[in-house]
């Protein structure tokens, strides 16, 4: 079986901001937006941040 990635898009980003100001894990935010929670890692290291320092818009710029 083939598995079926996706990119993030600015919303799934606000989503991820939102739920981690609101102290969710990781792991409920990966289930929320239906992705691995290794995506949301990846997108930490992508953008240049972590959990305590992620924005939607500053992981949008640095596409």
């Known amino acids: 079986m083939a598995r079926k990635y996706r990119r993030l ?5 606000k989503t991820i901001e939102t739920m981690l100001k609101d102290g969710r894990k990781i792991e409920k ?3 929320e ?3 691995h929670r290794s995506t949301i890692y990846k ?15 500053v ?5």
Request: net charge negative.
């Open 9 to 13: 898009r600015y919303e799934d980003r």
């Open 43 to 57: 997108e930490f290291k992508r953008s240049g941040t972590d959990e305590r320092t992620y924005t939607a818009d």
């Open 33 to 35: 937006l239906g992705v």
């Open 59 to 63: 992981a949008q710029e640095t596409l």
């Open 29 to 31: 935010i990966a289930e």
